[in-house]
């Protein structure tokens, strides 16, 4: 009897001890990146003179910030739950490249890790990413990494493919492009959404991705080509059957009792395609063309 009050405060002091622990642990929790960096509240127009030559310090801080900016953003969420981060990725970019116009290593950032992906079927970030990359043409005409990414997010992103098939023209003819990137160009001017064009450009940002951070988004958008290719190989197998049997199958595996499909090809990122109301889809996630731009590759809803 006489170990009950005992007990009782024992668990008292516990408990009062984890809310003090706990409290102490908010307190302590480093800020989101997004929260903590953002751009001089001295703009550069103004900056840029009363730096005495070191504009391109301020550059090198800014950017440093969009790096750290970067690596704490997460990728596989809604436009909303990081749209703090997103915002302050860009206006760090760009204060970088205002400060210092010639920066090539903004530049590059700016096509590469600018934009993300969202679970709700947008891309944001990509037009602040080609105002960025047409000043960087603009500043660093010597450049072809930055011709090439503005031909990537002007086909891919905004399906406007003149303007792609011109900047990988130029980028073809600066020092060290690769040698197809000619005939890129040339395919871009001819083929509106052609998929193979899309993984040719995109394996290219791959290969060309320094931070593991962008690699990694990188590889997701591939894969995520690699599901809308093989979705559109089913689409065009589902409109056979149609056409042979007048009615949508009831599943994709009528298609290979009918004999149109010899297997069901396995989905990319490990789940498995379906048909719902006679549209082909993924277990995973949502097509490339959910919220669709005709005649652009990604098809997504851009911001």
Do not use: C
């Not at 007990?7 to 622990?21: D, M, P």
């Not at 989101?32 to 001295?42: L, S």
């Not at 090198?60 to 302050?88: C, I, M, P, Y």
């Amino acid at each position: 009897m006489t170990l009950a009050p005992l007990r009782a405060g024992l668990l008292i002091a516990l408990f009062a001890l984890t809310l003090f622990v706990r409290e102490s642990a908010d307190r302590l929790r480093p800020s989101p990146p997004a929260t903590t960096f953002d751009v001089p509240p001295i703009p550069t127009d103004v900056a840029r003179p009363l730096s005495f030559g070191f504009a391109s310090v301020g550059a090198d801080l800014a950017f440093l910030e969009a790096v750290q900016v970067h690596g704490g953003r997460k990728t596989n969420r809604s436009e909303r739950s990081e749209a703090a981060a997103d915002r302050a990725l860009a206006r760090l970019v760009r204060y970088a490249v205002e400060m210092d116009p010639k920066y090539r290593g903004a530049y590059r950032f700016a096509g590469m890790a600018l934009i993300r992906h969202t679970t709700d079927g947008k891309a944001v970030n990509v037009l602040v990413a080609e105002q960025i990359l047409q000043q960087g043409t603009r500043e660093r005409p010597d450049d072809w990494q930055i011709f090439f990414n503005l031909g990537f997010i002007q086909s891919y992103y905004l399906g406007h493919m003149a303007d792609a098939a011109e900047s990988l023209w130029r980028a073809s003819r600066l020092k060290g492009a690769p040698k197809y990137l000619g005939l890129l160009a040339t395919r871009l001017a001819a083929d509106a959404g052609d998929m193979r064009v899309a993984r040719a450009l995109a394996e290219e940002m791959v290969t060309r991705a320094s931070e593991e951070s962008t690699r990694a988004e990188w590889d997701a958008r591939l894969r995520d080509i690699e599901m809308e290719e093989r979705a559109r190989f089913l689409d065009q197998a589902v409109s056979r059957f149609r056409e042979l049997r007048g009615h949508d199958p009831d599943s994709l595996q009528d298609l290979v009792r009918a004999g149109i499909l010899r297997e069901i090809p396995t989905e990319p990122h490990g789940g498995r395609f379906l048909i719902e109301d006679g549209v082909v889809v993924s277990s995973e996630g949502g097509r490339l063309r959910v919220r669709g731009r005709k005649g652009t590759q990604a098809e997504l809803e851009v911001r």
